[in-house]
């Protein structure tokens, strides 16, 4: 049972789903935090290099975020079955 759960997360499917969710997590929390900088009132509205790579950072640990989920869904799908 265990095979079949680790067989269906490595297979070259999951890995190219993985990483093409790990993109778009890691596009969307960089332009979530590039929006911030630049549009919330009170901050200045100049997106400078402090901005862009705590943008990186926030867009790094928002792929992180979103893989780790996915693989804790898969698994426990395959504890299911």
Not at 4 to 23: F, M, N, S
Not at 68 to 81: G, I, V, Y
């Amino acid at each position: 049972m265990t095979e079949q759960g680790q067989g269906q997360r490595q297979g070259p499917a999951w890995e190219t789903l993985r990483r093409r969710a790990g993109i778009a997590a890691f596009l969307a929390g960089l332009a979530a935090a590039l929006a911030l900088f630049a549009l919330l009132p009170g901050l200045p509205h100049v997106i400078d290099w402090g901005a862009v790579l705590v943008s990186l950072a926030a867009g790094g640990l928002t792929r992180w975020a979103c893989q780790s989920w996915m693989t804790r869904k898969a698994e426990r799908q395959a504890e299911r079955m």
